[in-house]
């Protein structure tokens, strides 16, 4: 009772004490208001915003107040708190009695369990020979055979799907296939479906169809919407693209996806219900889950390991409920139906022998531009020879069946650009027809056909198995790394023209960060004015947001981000990525300076003059970005500095200023920051001497705008770099005026580099500069050795090419630069470093001295150039002493985490996989984790190894239809970070393969890395008027939960208008306990799945909260949430609301 009535007291005089600051503070600032609050629209709009000033600062003071209770309130009961602090669970994976109190995140991998029927594909893989014996007609197969009366009680039911697959760039630009072929097959399309009702067709790429759309009138729209309601025309997968699953990561996958739903809703009023995936090069379970997640029920897949076709054909397996490696539910389970044969043509569609289908493509018909390669043309169908040419293909069709478990039968019929002419779809589907009308003559051939849209099969097959009471099995994994054919393993296409791939990034996070602060600009105008600012462009920006979404989702198309269109439509993508960052930057800094302005009523928006610039800029679609030197003077030079996570962060600030001393300071408090004026290097051992690099530690609240002021100062050697050069037998002339610079002697030269900060110490060689080894302030140390190496490729005509990685016979050959390399090493108050400068890569490895996260890992940075090289790929390659065996795990798509296996009966090539993001080796102490702000090929070739593929330069074409080489290299940037942890407990077994997840801190390491700080600079001129820091939430988000965006929706009634909706997307992360955070993390995260979105956006206002599927449909929105009732996050799944915020 006593201690109760102590707390009361306690908390009371807390509360007390606030008020009497605050109402002390307000009447201060009563008399302090500067007097540039005086404008020219009268002393009305005057007081009014005086009067919201002081609104403005009771608010945030409230807000401080709020903070203070919620300090005291938890420090009193620390046992009520749903969220967790970083650290205080200090549970391993094998602590049973502390596992219900385990974070969500790391509970997940130990609920896992598996039904009879599963498939694991890391099993099938360990199981298949990977021989290549001729299968007959079916080369890659084998022969099919069956009796005839298999479909007496249940006839074969087929549904031919007429399609046309139309790449938005390839060998041609967009606008060029658009004007070339696709409007065509469009314009056809209206005429020839509405002339016969029993016609049908399927549409995958959103970006033409809307582009189409815009170029026919009302009548011919009105005459679409018919066709779809009808059924004769269907919307497959819906994305604005069919994206690579390969290099894009889960942001852009989204928003590809959302932009085609939103437009298809918009338009046409309707929703996608089934995947198709024909021509990507190998398939990911994050699209699945994607297109599970928007609603869709069903999915078709087609570049799949010829091994692994076999394989599941033999055993019926086409078929499966496709399911997340984590998910020990059906929750995420889809539908997934696996193309069998080599192509998604028609010779390879219509059943196991090329050479019959073939001859049922009427387009090949003789006389024509296209003819068949087996040398027997196809016959338009007569009443002579019907009855010989539907038995020859019903033969095939029965082959085909016996390869599923139902006796409903898929039959695509269509292939690149299909469709263009008036004749082929007379061809085709005159010819089917009467097909057709034979089978429907002849009942004793047991087989109704028709053509059909995948709606109209899964709704067939989905009523067939249910009548027979058949389920289809279940499968966990990924189909990476396909081959086609023999050893010809598509893994060069993971890093080929990795220069767009780093683009391809940028631009996603310039989006990510320009959607979320436009979208709480728009929210504080409204709270502000109640409207939007009629000097403020929302409309102008929206377009340019909407043409953001719309670039970056063109790029995920399967020949776009995976670098294998030709050379002038790479040009023609790198263009629009490039216009879309400048365009994404004007938004930023509108929206910036709206919110950074004290008096709002000073904002004026001036394109040509905008208030700020950006601190970063590229001069061309294939430019590396260049700093601009920032003038310095006595007057105090704004930078404003954006942090776009959810995440308090400490990070080093970056500026290019023209003096050797400089001074930060907060431009709110005054107080000074930790600072390092650095050499900015011309070549490699001469440094300007007009520019200098100014780094400082920015204390970043999350979404948060902060102001900092740069002044000229006095040179000061405490905050200066000091430089120490290495080079082996040849000690170079450095040429550094302003910086203390030292050349080792006598046994100096011999002793290791070493660089170290308060959680990590680095050793590297005295001779190459390269790392070698590091330890943890824990005492765990382990060998990490960097070394760079050159693959060649084949003698023989099958060569490496943009698709393909053929490497030589010899395998690796040790990078051997001519000379040794200059090494370059820096030490100071705010970072430490390491420069190697080889011929073909400039190799940096960096410290951060930080106290937060930040601080435990290594920087490393490559900027690659190989122009110079013939048939070469260049390799980074990490060797330590970490006994992982032959398994390791890559990330797919920057979602999830799978395990791979390194197989010594699968050729070199096919061991290489996909990293979106990440990568790791582990054993039962220890994990070595590269976490990469690009996506590239990795592998694992020997225990303890990791190796990235960083450029290549082949001087061929591979065969797969591009017609050319890649030959088109730039100067390349690559970064990454080096993570080493500890770890404690095992991990679990889930059907042979482990569920394993990034631990918390290389999750938040890879936010960071993904989503760095955003610097803006304010005009020099002193008539700047006041900026205040703009903090839009209270405390960062729990460390497990992402803010995956935060985007304004469309205006229903106003199109290319912005709504008062914003999508809310937020990805709870599934996480490592055995790498267990310690108390330096600094974070929360829930014990529970059920959230209070109200409390964790505070002081953000929900007006309105639904939750909606991931592509944000409206008939997928739930009823209207009560805005404090918890929402369910749970790990690894992506949650999305419609909200309005207030």
Request: proline content about 6%.
């Amino acid at each position: 009772m006593k201690r109760n009535r102590l707390l009361v007291l306690l908390a009371g005089g807390a509360f007390c004490v606030a008020m009497m600051s605050l109402y002390r503070m307000l009447t201060l600032t009563q008399g302090a208001e500067p007097q540039y609050l005086q404008t020219p629209a009268g002393p009305v709009d005057s007081d009014l915003s005086h009067l919201q000033q002081q609104m403005d600062k009771l608010e945030r003071l409230l807000s401080d107040n709020n903070r203070l209770v919620a300090t005291l309130r938890d420090s009193l009961f620390p046992r009520q708190a749903s969220w967790v602090k970083g650290g205080a669970p200090n549970v391993s994976s094998g602590s049973a009695h502390r596992k219900a109190d385990a974070p969500l995140g790391c509970r997940l991998a130990e609920e896992m369990k598996d039904g009879a029927d599963g498939v694991q594909l890391l099993d099938v893989y360990d199981l298949l020979p990977f021989d290549n014996p001729d299968g007959g007609a079916w080369k890659q197969g084998f022969e099919i055979s069956y009796h005839g009366d298999e479909w007496d009680e249940q006839p074969l039911e087929l549904i031919l799907v007429p399609h046309s697959h139309n790449d938005p760039g390839w060998l041609k630009t967009f606008d060029n296939y658009y004007q070339d072929q696709t409007k065509h097959i469009l314009n056809n399309m209206l005429i020839k479906l509405t002339e016969d009702s029993r016609r049908k067709m399927i549409w995958a790429e959103i970006s033409f169809f809307s582009k189409w759309w815009n170029d026919i009138d009302e009548q011919k729209r009105a005459m679409v919407k018919r066709l779809v309601g009808a059924g004769q025309l269907e919307l497959v997968t819906g994305g604005w693209v069919m994206a690579d699953e390969a290099n894009s990561h889960y942001f852009a996958l989204l928003d590809q996806l959302m932009e085609g739903h939103q437009w298809i809703q918009r338009h046409l009023g309707v929703k996608p219900s089934s995947g198709w995936a024909v021509d990507p090069f190998g398939h990911s379970p994050s699209m699945a889950y994607l297109l599970k997640g928007a609603g869709l029920s069903n999915m078709v897949i087609q570049r799949v390991h010829y091994s692994v076709k076999k394989h599941f054909a033999r055993q019926q397996t086409l078929e499966f409920q496709w399911r997340q490696s984590w998910d020990s539910s059906p929750r995420s389970d889809i539908r997934c139906h696996m193309m069998p044969f080599y192509s998604y043509d028609v010779p390879h569609t219509c059943g196991p022998n090329p050479a019959v289908c073939c001859q049922f493509d009427f387009h090949r018909l003789q006389g024509g531009r296209v003819s068949c390669p087996w040398k027997t043309p196809p016959q338009p169908i007569t009443e002579q020879n019907v009855r010989e040419r539907a038995l020859l293909l019903l033969d095939q069709y029965r082959q085909k069946s016996r390869l599923f478990r139902s006796s409903v039968l898929l039959v695509p019929l269509g292939d690149d650009f299909r469709f263009v002419e008036s004749s082929e779809w007379d061809a085709q589907f005159v010819n089917y027809q009467a097909l057709f009308n034979y089978f429907d003559q002849h009942p004793e051939l047991h087989v109704k056909a028709r053509f059909g849209t995948l709606s109209d099969y899964f709704g067939a097959l989905h009523r067939r198995l249910n009548a027979a009471g058949t389920t289809l099995p279940t499968l966990r994994g990924d189909f990476f790394t396909y081959a086609d054919r023999d050893d010809h393993y598509w893994s060069g296409y993971f890093t080929s023209r990795p220069f767009y791939k780093r683009l391809d990034r940028t631009l996603e996070a310039t989006l990510r960060a320009t959607e979320i602060l436009f979208s709480l600009t728009l929210a504080e105008m409204r709270r502000f004015h109640g409207r939007l600012v009629a000097d403020f462009p929302a409309r102008e920006h929206f377009r340019r947001l909407t043409a953001g979404r719309r670039n970056l989702a063109l790029f995920q198309h399967h020949d776009a981000v995976t670098g294998t269109a030709r050379d002038p439509v790479v040009v023609d993508y790198g263009t629009r990525l490039f216009r879309s960052i400048l365009n994404l930057h004007q938004v930023l800094q509108s929206s910036a300076h709206w919110l950074l302005l004290l008096d709002k009523s000073q904002y004026h928006y001036d394109q040509s003059k905008p208030f700020m610039q950006m601190d970063e800029v590229m001069s061309a679609q294939d430019a590396l970005p260049r700093k601009t030197p920032l003038t310095l003077s006595d007057e105090p030079r704004s930078l404003i500095v954006f942090n776009p996570t959810e995440q308090l962060r400490s990070s080093v600030v970056s500026v290019v200023v023209d003096s050797p001393g400089a001074r930060v300071v907060d431009a709110e408090t005054g107080r000074p920051m930790t600072m390092q004026i650095s050499a900015v290097w011309a070549e490699p051992s001469r440094a300007s001497t007009e520019k200098f690099q100014l780094d400082f530690v920015a204390e970043l609240p999350p979404l948060s705008l902060v102001v900092y002021h740069v002044t000229k100062a006095s040179v000061d050697s405490d905050h200066r770099s000091r430089y120490t050069f290495h080079r082996r037998g040849n000690p170079p002339a450095v040429q550094s005026k302003h910086f203390q610079v030292s050349l080792p002697e006598g046994p100096e030269t011999d002793a290791p580099l070493s660089l170290s900060n308060k959680h990590v110490q680095i050793w590297s060689s005295p001779d190459t500069g390269l790392l070698q080894k590091l330890q943890l302030r824990s005492g765990l140390v382990r060998r990490v050795q960097v070394q760079f190496l050159w693959y060649g490729t084949r003698t023989h005509p099958e060569r490496s090419g943009a698709y393909l990685f053929l490497p030589g016979e010899k395998g690796d050959q040790p990078y051997s630069p001519s000379e040794p390399p200059l090494v370059r090493v820096s030490r100071g108050p705010v970072f430490s470093d390491i420069t190697s400068c080889f011929r073909h890569v400039t190799h940096t490895v960096r410290l951060l001295h930080l106290d937060g996260y930040a601080g435990r890992s290594l920087e490393i940075s490559n900027t690659v150039d190989i122009r110079s090289e013939v048939n070469r790929e260049l390799v980074m390659r990490l060797v330590s002493d970490v006994a992982n065996g032959n398994r390791f795990h890559t990330d797919l798509n920057g979602f999830q985490m799978q395990q791979r296996r390194t197989l010594s009966k699968l050729p070199l090539q096919a061991n290489f996989y996909p990293m979106s993001s990440a990568a790791f080796l582990q054993d039962a102490a220890s994990r070595v984790s590269l976490l990469a702000a690009q996506s590239q090929a990795v592998a694992s070739l020997r225990p303890g190894e990791l190796e990235v593929v960083l450029d290549r330069r082949l001087q061929q074409d591979d065969n797969r239809g591009l017609g050319q080489g890649v030959t088109d290299n730039k100067l390349t940037a690559s970064l990454y970070h080096l993570l080493l942890e500890d770890r404690r407990g095992g991990a679990q077994e889930v059907g042979g393969a482990s569920v394993e997840h990034l631990s918390l801190l290389a999750h938040l390491t890879s936010l960071s890395l993904s989503h760095p700080p955003i610097t803006m600079v304010a005009p020099s001129d002193s008539q700047v008027p006041k900026l205040r820091p703009f903090l839009p939430l209270r405390s960062s988000l729990p460390c497990d939960v992402h803010l995956l965006n935060l985007k304004t929706l469309e205006d229903s009634k106003e199109a290319e208008s912005p709504s008062q909706e914003v999508a809310l997307l937020l990805h709870r992360k599934g996480f490592d306990c055995s790498s267990a955070p310690d108390l330096g993390l600094q974070c929360t995260w829930s014990v529970h799945e059920e959230v209070n979105l109200a409390d964790l956006f505070f002081p953000l206002h929900f007006r309105s909260l639904r939750r909606s599927s991931l592509t944000l449909l409206r008939e997928d929105d739930q009823p209207e949430s009560a805005r404090q009732q918890p929402a369910r996050l749970r790990p690894m799944e992506i949650s999305a609301f419609r909200v309005e915020l207030d």
